[in-house]
């Protein structure tokens, strides 16, 4: 079946380092691919998505690339602030869209 | 615009009763979708519904189900409540085009049952 695998945190880095939070996934047929972020005392939220391979999501300067001939799907920003510290979920949506799987989650602590 | 809503927001329950948890959908979005996050973990998912109809459903026991209403809102049933049961229940609606959810799914802020 389908599954995702994202790296184990928590990841801590300081203000306007470098951030890469690993997923790879198994899936058949052609997933959706998303990045769901959950702030301190929020609810889940989009962060970007990619539909098809080769596409890159973008959002509040993350990125993500549809790489399907590695599975994988990596969020990286280039220079993290204090305010995205929070929990990243990777996550796949079937062909069909109707069932969606999420990754473990991975914490994100950035300090000052 | 109203996001999605759940009811209650918490909810404490003994082993073996039976729970009832709502959701109501993004105006406009036909699909709702159920999770169970444990704490430290990611949502897994229980059910898809659209236009009343079951169209997923994840690895959980009988004992869970659910139903759309007409107006789309929904609900989820546990029954027989086991300790293990004890999580945030999430619920998401997402639009459908075509017959095929566009994919992007939007939360509500869940529903804490703790089963004692």
């Known amino acids: 079946g389908n599954s995702v695998t994202q790296m184990e945190g928590p990841v801590t880095l300081s203000e306007e380092a470098f951030l890469t939070i690993n997923c790879t996934y198994t899936?058949?047929?052609?997933?959706?691919l998303f990045w769901y972020v959950q702030y301190p005392g929020e609810g889940l939220q989009l962060l970007l998505k990619?539909?098809?391979?080769?596409d890159k999501g973008s959002n509040k300067g993350f990125e993500a690339t549809y790489r399907k001939e590695t599975t994988s799907f990596h969020l990286e920003k280039g220079s993290v602030q204090v305010s995205d510290s929070a929990v990243y979920f990777c996550?796949?949506?079937?062909?069909?869209?109707?069932?969606?799987?999420f990754g473990a989650g991975t914490r994100l602590f950035v300090k000052a | 615009d109203a996001g999605v809503t759940q009811s209650p927001t918490h909810l404490i329950k003994t082993r073996g009763q039976h729970v009832t948890l709502r959701c109501s959908p993004i105006s406009g979005h036909k699909s709702v979708s159920w999770y169970q996050q444990v704490l430290g973990q990611g949502p897994q998912f229980i059910f898809q519904?659209?236009?009343?109809?079951?169209?997923g459903r994840g690895n959980f026991p009988d004992r869970f189900s659910a139903r759309q209403f007409p107006n789309y809102s929904s609900e989820l049933n546990v029954n027989a409540l086991l300790l293990g049961d004890s999580a945030l229940y999430l619920c998401?609606?997402?639009?459908?085009?075509?017959?095929?959810?566009?994919?992007?799914?939007?939360f509500g802020p869940g529903t804490r049952l703790t089963v004692l």
């Open positions: 998401a609606s997402s639009l459908i085009v075509g017959g095929t959810s566009i994919h992007e799914q939007f």
């Open positions: 519904y659209y236009e009343k109809e079951e169209r």
């Open positions: 899936a058949t047929g052609y997933p959706s």
């Open positions: 996550a796949l949506t079937n062909t069909g869209g109707f069932k969606t799987i």
């Open positions: 990619a539909t098809k391979a080769d």
